[in-house]
């Protein structure tokens, strides 16, 4: 008859580390990234903390790797979700909901990639490269939109309205999962359609944001053109 320790299958060197990350995930998916430890990961996984050292010199060795892991899972949530419509302001459309809904799928997962910071001698230049790979198909796009009304820019304007894209949708993410503005309409009296409560009003606010954005760009060049 088999025992419990029988019924377990040992993990071999090779896969140790992904053990060590997976149960890493487990406790992010539960809220407790406080108990994120290599001595804890490795009572989990049934491995002696010297074997963890093999594979991390610390927890932000940990840490760096359970992030390169969700980054990769971030951005294969955004290219699953592209239409690749050839159209830079529809695809720019996608790639906001789609940050919008990874927020509400994996409320634990988005919250620890923008919470969680390591040091900046652990941002090599891999991490850097998965960290931003969609956010540098979002400056892609805001380029290819200054192309398609043929209004000049230069790399700094094309970064920078990139990079307030960015922080409006990450601050209304943000604003949505606080409450805050719920509970401004309650107590405030703000208007109802403004509670951010439903997906339909978090989307339809992104849309708006985004054809203001392009008004912008375009009203630029008509004001540059008159001067």
Not at 148 to 172: D, F, R
Not at 191 to 213: D, F, W
């Amino acid at each position: 008859m088999l025992t419990e320790e029988d019924k377990t299958p040992p993990y071999h060197h090779g896969n140790v580390r992904e053990a060590l990350i997976d149960e890493g995930m487990q406790l992010i998916e539960s809220n407790q990234v406080e108990l994120l430890s290599l001595r804890r990961l490795a009572k989990e996984v049934g491995v002696t903390p010297s074997a963890v050292y093999n594979h991390f010199s610390n927890r932000n060795a940990l840490m760096l790797a359970i992030k390169i892991r969700l980054y990769d899972e971030f951005n294969k949530f955004f290219e699953n979700r592209s239409s690749n419509s050839g159209d830079p302001e529809q695809d720019l459309v996608e790639i906001c909901l789609a940050y919008c809904h990874f927020s509400q799928e994996y409320p634990s997962r988005f919250h620890f990639l923008f919470s969680s910071i390591l040091p900046i001698e652990w941002s090599t230049p891999d991490m850097v490269e998965i960290a931003t790979r969609t956010l540098a198909r979002t400056r892609k796009l805001v380029l290819k939109i200054y192309d398609k009304y043929k209004v000049p820019c230069s790399e700094e304007k094309v970064v920078n309205t990139t990079l307030l894209i960015w922080a409006q949708l990450h601050g209304l993410v943000a604003l949505k999962q606080s409450e805050i503005i719920n509970a401004a309409v309650t107590y405030q009296d703000w208007p109802k359609a403004c509670s951010l409560v439903s997906h339909e009003q978090v989307e339809g606010l992104i849309r708006n944001h985004l054809t203001m954005t392009v008004n912008a760009i375009l009203n630029t060049q008509h004001a540059e053109s008159h001067h």
